[in-house]
Nanobody
Framework: QVQLVESGGGLVQAGGSLRLSCAAS????????MGWYRQAPGKQRELVAA???????NYADSVKGRFTISRDNAKNTVYLQMNSLKPEDTAVYYC????????WGQGTQVTVSS
């Protein structure tokens, strides 16, 4: 079992920045990759960014050049630095850990005002 606790969401004006954190605990040795997904009202959940245990990263086209995913292995924490935020980035952001199964955090709201 893996437990994920997210933090760092909030309200920000367009052009601003936020950093999301996701702290993992439990069977962290089983995690192959971690990522951030988001779900806006009326839309499907979509991948925003992911990082593998080897450090490889990938991003949705809509966030490339603006968002950066990183991790601190000592703290078992993954971060999502979000810069140049746009109103269309407004969504609930979920942390995901891909292990033997898929694990999800509780979600954190990000609201970008125009």
């Amino acid at each position: 079992q893996v437990q994920l606790v997210e933090s760092g969401g909030g309200l920000v004006q367009a052009g601003g920045s936020l950093r999301l954190s996701c702290a993992a605990s439990g069977s962290i040795f089983s995690i192959n990759a971690m990522g951030w997904y988001r779900q806006a009202p009326g839309k499907q959940r979509e991948l925003v960014a992911a990082i593998t245990s080897g450090g490889s990263t990938n991003y949705a086209d809509s966030v490339k050049g603006r968002f950066t995913i990183s991790r601190d292995n000592a703290k078992n924490t993954v971060y999502l630095q979000m810069n140049s935020l746009k109103p269309e980035d407004t969504a609930v952001y979920y942390c995901n850990a891909a292990a033997v199964g898929d694990y999800w955090g509780q979600g954190t709201q990000v609201t970008v005002s125009s």
